[in-house]
Nanobody, 126 residues
């Protein structure tokens, strides 16, 4: 049974850092591109970052470029998002997601992802 479980969210002051984790199980982790999405109150869910199945390539949404870093540990079946220099606009529920098929392009488009975690809340205070 496929499971994606996020952790690491919390309350942080503007300018601070957080590292999100997503523990994956129930599938061959190293075969699938993964991604982080987020949804702020009153807004649609948006892509944050995606990574190729082997971890060698990543995409970032413009608002997070230079501040966030996506990575994987295939041995652990884990996806990470290191977030630095956080601002209030980063406040959202963050979700990890898996593509619907293995070895797909690691595009940052929700249409490619069909399996989702339950989300972890990130709140940035000023």
């Amino acid at each position: 049974q496929l499971q994606l479980v996020e952790s690491g969210g919390g309350l942080v002051q503007a300018g601070g850092s957080l590292k999100l984790s997503c523990a994956a199980s129930g599938f061959t982790f190293g075969d699938y591109p993964m991604a982080w999405f987020r949804q702020a109150p009153g807004k649609e869910r948006e892509g944050v970052s995606s990574i190729s199945h082997n971890g060698e390539n990543g995409n970032y949404a413009d608002p997070v470029k230079g501040r966030f870093t996506i990575s994987i540990d295939s041995a652990k079946g884990a996806l990470y998002l290191q977030m630095k220099n956080l601002n209030r606009e980063d406040t959202a529920v963050y979700y990890c997601a898996r593509t619907y098929a293995p070895y797909m392009p690691w595009r940052l488009s929700e249409a490619f992802y069909t399996d989702w975690g339950q989300g972890t809340q990130v709140t940035v205070s000023s």
